[in-house]
């Protein structure tokens, strides 16, 4: 009864480990295909155009919606076998979802509320293949993102502390201040 007990827990274990590799595997491939689609889908999608009509930017809206569906029906058998019916739709409404907002952004030439907006770059990170790169660099473009380089540490603490941009000579907080002092290059501690 032992031996029939170990090796019955042995194969659960086994098909457990199994499992959980394929379930890594069925990830992976999740993202292949998708990332196959939304290249192939990037590859025929006219690039951000300001100045149009509003007649050809509906048109374009139209031909960038029948070019997703034309895409979505030639990967469909390998869409099926791995995405269920519902991440396959969801995946298609938010296709279809982001050409309505790019053809919107289109039209007001940028000038979108801020959530219709911040859902455009949120769509487009989600579903291009260069994670939303070409759309921030067109909002840039129109000043419509500003994106500012990170101070240095110790840049920030010195302005946090002389309420200035001149930075000259800080180094950075003095050990044990955490905040209330800041060391300049010869290591003097200014006075309180």
């Given at each position: 009864?032992?031996?029939?007990e170990r090796l019955k827990r042995?194969?659960?274990?086994?098909?457990?480990?199994?499992?959980?590799?394929?379930?890594?595997?069925?990830?992976?491939?999740?993202?292949?295909?998708?990332?196959?689609?939304?290249?192939?889908?990037?590859?025929w999608l006219v690039p951000y155009?300001?100045?149009?009509?509003?007649?050809?930017?509906?048109?374009?809206?139209?031909?960038?919606?029948?070019?997703?569906?034309?895409?979505?029906?030639?990967?469909?058998?390998?869409?099926?076998?791995?995405?269920?019916?519902?991440?396959?739709?969801?995946?298609?409404?938010?296709?279809?979802?982001?050409?309505?907002?790019?053809?919107?952004?289109?039209e007001k030439r940028g000038h979108?509320?801020?959530?219709?907006?911040?859902?455009?770059?949120?769509?487009?990170?989600?579903?291009?293949?260069?994670?939303?790169?070409?759309?921030?660099?067109?909002?840039?473009?129109?000043?419509?993102?500003?994106?500012?380089?990170?101070?240095?540490?110790?840049?920030?603490?010195?302005?946090?502390?002389?309420?200035?941009?001149?930075?000259?000579?800080?180094?950075?907080?003095?050990?044990?201040?955490?905040?209330?002092?800041?060391?300049?290059?010869?290591?003097?501690?200014?006075?309180?």
């Amino acid at each position: 009864m032992g031996l029939l007990e170990r090796l019955k827990r042995s194969l659960e274990n086994r098909s457990e480990v199994n499992s959980g590799e394929a379930e890594k595997g069925l990830k992976i491939r999740q993202e292949e295909v998708k990332g196959q689609l939304l290249r192939s889908i990037d590859k025929w999608l006219v690039p951000y155009k300001s100045g149009q009509g509003v007649l050809q930017n509906r048109n374009q809206c139209g031909a960038e919606k029948d070019v997703i569906e034309r895409q979505i029906n030639i990967y469909k058998k390998e869409l099926r076998e791995i995405f269920s019916d519902k991440e396959l739709f969801l995946l298609r409404y938010k296709l279809h979802q982001k050409a309505d907002l790019r053809c919107e952004f289109r039209e007001k030439r940028g000038h979108l509320p801020l959530k219709k907006l911040e859902k455009l770059l949120q769509l487009e990170r989600q579903t291009s293949s260069d994670k939303g790169r070409q759309f921030i660099k067109i909002c840039q473009r129109l000043g419509l993102i500003e994106i500012r380089k990170p101070l240095k540490t110790y840049e920030n603490i010195a302005q946090r502390e002389s309420g200035s941009n001149n930075v000259k000579g800080y180094q950075g907080r003095s050990a044990g201040t955490l905040g209330k002092g800041v060391v300049k290059e010869k290591g003097n501690v200014p006075s309180r």
